[in-house]
T-cell receptor, first 112, second 118 residues
Framework: AQSVTQPDIHITVSEGASLELRCNYS??????LFWYVQSPGQGLQLLLK??????LVQGIKGFEAEFKRSQSSFNLRKPSVHWSDAAEYFC??????????FGTGTRLQVFP | GAVVSQHPSWVICKSGTSVKIECRSL??????MFWYRQFPKQSLMLMAT?????????EQGVEKDKFLINHASLTLSTLTVTSAHPEDSSFYIC??????????????FGPGTRLTVT
């Protein structure tokens, strides 16, 4: 069965520091992978997605993610975090039935 | 583009009453819409998938008689919580997909509806 694991429930970084949020997936075929961000009380905004091709994917707000098939990972990175990046981040994989399977999320806190 | 709206953004209702939440795709036709439920500080739980003109497909454990879903047109899906109880209080989020626009696997999310049952 497909699944997504986000090992880090809560991460705290200083503003300007680099960031990496981990995501591991379990899926038999080539996965379609997504990263979403959710601010408190809001819906989800798509940061980036991977369907095929270049394994390093650029997204909005300066985020990028790298698909590593050998590690079943799709980690999200940002070289310099801004206070406005504080939010909940969800990794997701699309199943073969068009459903999205979400990880449990990582809450990012940014200190000034 | 690919904007999904929800109405209302928040609603308070009394126990035993029903409440309807609307989900609209504003600038595209959504062949499939999804309804999620999210508890505080938790991930999204898929409740059901609806296709225009068809009966919704509910996930295991979701009461279809309690959570009525109607996908009457390619731009509108509604979720009705019938005989609501305090344990139904939650954040409900809809999403829509549109094959041909990008990928059938990409979903566009609404801003969510906060339901509080007193």
């Amino acid at each position: 069965a497909q699944s997504v694991t986000q090992p880090d429930i809560h991460i705290t970084v200083s503003e300007g520091a680099s960031l990496e949020l981990r995501c591991n997936y379990s899926y038999g075929a080539t996965p379609y992978l997504f990263w979403y961000v959710q601010s408190p009380g809001q819906g989800l905004q798509l940061l980036l997605k991977y369907f095929s091709g270049d394994t390093l994917v650029q997204g909005i707000k300066g985020f990028e993610a790298e698909f590593k098939r050998s590690q079943s990972s799709f980690n999200l990175r940002k070289p310099s975090v801004h206070w406005s990046d504080a939010a909940e981040y969800f990794c997701a994989v699309a199943s073969n039935t068009d459903k999205l399977i979400f990880g449990t999320g990582t809450r990012l806190q940014v200190f000034p | 583009g690919a904007v999904v709206s929800q109405h209302p953004s928040w609603v308070i209702c009394k126990s035993g009453t029903s409440v309807k939440i609307e989900c609209r795709s504003l600038d595209f036709q959504a062949t499939t819409m999804f309804w999620y439920r999210q508890f505080p500080k938790q991930s999204l739980m898929l409740m059901a998938t609806s296709n225009e003109g068809s009966k919704a497909t509910y996930e295991q454990g979701v009461e279809k008689d309690k959570f009525l879903i109607n996908h009457a047109s390619l731009t509108l899906s509604t979720l009705t919580v019938t005989s609501a109880h305090p344990e139904d209080s939650s954040f409900y989020i809809c999403s829509a997909s549109a094959p041909g626009r990008s990928s059938s696997y990409e979903q566009y999310f609404g801003p969510g509806t906060r339901l509080t049952v007193t």
